[in-house]
């Protein structure tokens, strides 16, 4: 029987007990065994995989020197908790992303209003949309010891769609839209519905997936008010309670039924 750990910080176990536990029963059904590790010392240098649940590129890195098979690799934890490096991939695939350039002062904004946005921050806590060179000056001041991207503000209706990937295949999809502001995250009080991406929604999420060999992403693209669409950031570790929501899919099953075709390869 292989054996898996599913590794969370302490403070993310304890906002993930649901998923931890759909995440154990889904590896007893497909064979395996899955434990809860919380601190890298307690990996098991026996374990046959990691399924790897923290934004930490640097300790993910480590983990696989030390010979730890991760779901999803190292690299793509570097690359989906950086903006910046989010958008050079997406330009070198051909697919459409929001414009996206490091800055270091409201001097290097061509226009407002635009988005700063730290290049590591997640959950739409470290996003501004500025009005001014004052509203750009204030953010620079609060993150100055980090890298900042700035981005034209491209109005979307505070509204993106959230691909789950599993492999090179969509798994469900959902819309979100803010509850107020320009920020769609759930986790701040957004709305959150079923959606069904476009044919070529889904093929730009699937260059992204194949070109990052990932097991398991989100992809989030902008709403265009013509139709079209902007990828916006990748999410790795990805969370999965918008789509238990509004949909009949188990993620957990589908990520554990992935993780055994790999492991037999």
Do not use: C
Request: charged share 25%; glycine share 8%; no cysteine.
């Amino acid at each position: 029987m292989k054996h898996g750990i599913v590794y969370y910080r302490p403070d993310e176990a304890a906002r993930n007990v649901a998923f931890i536990k759909l995440l154990k029963l889904a590896a007893e059904r497909a064979g395996m065994l899955l434990t809860l590790s919380m601190y890298p010392e307690d990996l098991s240098p026996d374990a046959d995989f990691v399924i790897f649940r923290e934004r930490n590129p640097k300790l993910a890195r480590e983990l696989e020197h030390a010979g730890h098979r991760l779901f999803n690799r190292a690299k793509i934890n570097q690359i989906a908790n950086d903006k910046f490096a989010t958008f050079q991939l997406a330009t070198f695939m051909g697919v459409p992303a929001v414009p996206s350039r490091l800055v270091e002062s409201p001097d290097e904004l061509d226009s407002y209003p635009a988005v700063l946005k730290t290049v590591d921050g997640h959950g739409g806590v470290e996003v501004a949309r500025v009005l001014d060179e004052m509203e750009a000056g204030w953010f620079f001041t609060r993150f100055m010891d980090r890298r900042i991207i700035g981005q034209p503000f491209i109005e979307s209706g505070a509204a993106d769609v959230r691909l789950f990937m599993v492999g090179n295949e969509l798994a469900g999809a959902v819309k979100r839209t803010g509850s107020s502001g320009f920020k769609s995250n759930y986790t701040l009080g957004g709305r959150v519905d079923p959606h069904m991406p476009s044919a070529d929604m889904v093929r730009a999420a699937q260059r992204i997936a194949r070109a990052l060999k990932s097991d398991y992403i989100g992809v989030d693209f902008l709403l265009l008010p013509d139709g079209g669409f902007l990828l916006n950031e990748i999410e790795d570790p990805v969370g999965a309670r918008s789509l238990y929501e509004t949909s009949d899919v188990d993620i957990a099953d589908v990520l554990m039924q992935h993780i055994r075709m790999k492991l037999n390869e």
